[in-house]
């Protein structure tokens, strides 16, 4: 058994480490070390496919394990986020402990968890699915973990605005519509580049200078304006698409 076939799985379970070193962080309250440690696990992720595509040593071995990872950083860490936020932002602290919380508080810190469980059952249904091999079906844990990562990145010196926007039903709001996303069937238009004109293109390129805008002048937390905006032009494209066919029939 040669050594290059551990390599992509290597990697794969240091994007696994990331996400278990964020959860932890972010129940600890270190929600922007947590961030961090996700766009990491992102990093990860993304060479790990890429190293196995390169070295020819894909395997059934390193689908289940970076399913496993994703569930971790981008579903688990994601939540756990959402969920100490929200007991900071009903207690004023972070490390505030649950015997000091009244039912009703821990009810509302607790419900962005379900957010982990819809990131599983998503990548269970992408195992199985073999419509998404061009493009995604519903968006993507990675997304999802992005968006999370790059929305609590801005908090620290914006205190004020995320309380008087961000409360807890609007969290839950947020996370429950990430859950419907994560197992929808809308398609998600493919961001891989097979020829270099503008026609055919024009979402791609349009999505790309506006997220390179979004991130030189909000850094890291233009990351979460990319991937709304990219969720929306999905959406229209998909009604426009639908409104085509249904014109055609």
């Given at each position: 058994?040669?050594?290059?076939?551990?390599?992509?799985?290597?990697?794969?379970?240091?994007?696994?480490?990331?996400?278990?070193?964020?959860?932890?962080?972010?129940?600890?309250?270190?929600?922007?070390?947590?961030?961090?440690?996700?766009?990491a696990g992102?990093?990860?992720?993304?060479?790990?496919?890429?190293?196995?595509?390169?070295?020819?040593?894909?395997?059934?071995?390193?689908?289940?394990?970076?399913?496993?990872?994703?569930?971790?950083?981008?579903?688990?860490?994601?939540?756990?986020?959402?969920?100490?936020?929200?007991?900071?932002?009903?207690?004023?602290?972070?490390?505030?402990?649950?015997?000091?919380?009244?039912?009703?508080?821990?009810?509302?810190?607790?419900?962005?968890?379900?957010?982990?469980?819809?990131?599983?059952?998503?990548?269970?249904?992408?195992?199985?699915?073999?419509?998404?091999?061009?493009?995604?079906?519903?968006?993507?844990?990675?997304?999802?973990?992005?968006?999370?990562?790059?929305?609590?990145?801005?908090?620290?010196?914006?205190?004020?605005?995320?309380?008087?926007?961000?409360?807890?039903?609007?969290?839950?709001?947020?996370?429950?519509?990430?859950?419907?996303?994560?197992?929808?069937?809308?398609?998600?238009?493919?961001?891989?580049v097979k020829?270099?004109?503008?026609?055919?293109?024009?979402?791609?390129?349009?999505?790309?200078?506006?997220?390179?805008?979004?991130?030189?002048?909000?850094?890291?937390?233009?990351?979460?304006?990319?991937?709304?905006?990219?969720?929306?032009?999905?959406?229209v494209k998909?009604?426009?698409?639908?409104?085509?066919?249904?014109?055609?029939?």
């Open positions: 058994m040669t050594i290059k076939k551990h390599i992509p799985n290597t990697i794969t379970s240091m994007n696994l480490l990331c996400g278990v070193m964020a959860t932890a962080c972010a129940f600890g309250g270190q929600l922007s070390l947590a961030a961090i440690l996700i766009v992102a990093v990860f992720d993304f060479f790990d496919g890429f190293v196995a595509r390169a070295l020819g040593v894909s395997g059934p071995m390193g689908k289940e394990l970076d399913s496993l990872a994703d569930n971790i950083s981008f579903g688990l860490a994601p939540a756990a986020i959402y969920s100490t936020y929200i007991k900071w932002y009903l207690t004023g602290d972070y490390e505030t402990p649950l015997s000091s919380m009244t039912a009703s508080e821990i009810t509302l810190a607790a419900a962005p968890l379900i957010m982990g469980v819809f990131a599983g059952l998503r990548l269970a249904k992408f195992n199985i699915d073999t419509r998404q091999t061009e493009s995604f079906l519903g968006l993507t844990t990675t997304a999802t973990g992005l968006f999370t990562a790059s929305l609590i990145w801005m908090l620290p010196g914006n205190e004020d605005f995320f309380r008087a926007y961000m409360t807890p039903t609007v969290t839950i709001v947020m996370v429950a519509v990430f859950c419907g996303l994560l197992v929808s069937e809308i398609p998600m238009f493919s961001l891989k020829h270099w004109t503008w026609s055919g293109n024009e979402l791609k390129v349009i999505l790309l200078t506006v997220g390179l805008l979004s991130i030189i002048i909000l850094g890291l937390g233009g990351i979460a304006f990319t991937i709304a905006l990219y969720t929306i032009f999905s959406i998909a009604i426009i698409v639908k409104g085509k066919k249904g014109g055609d029939a």
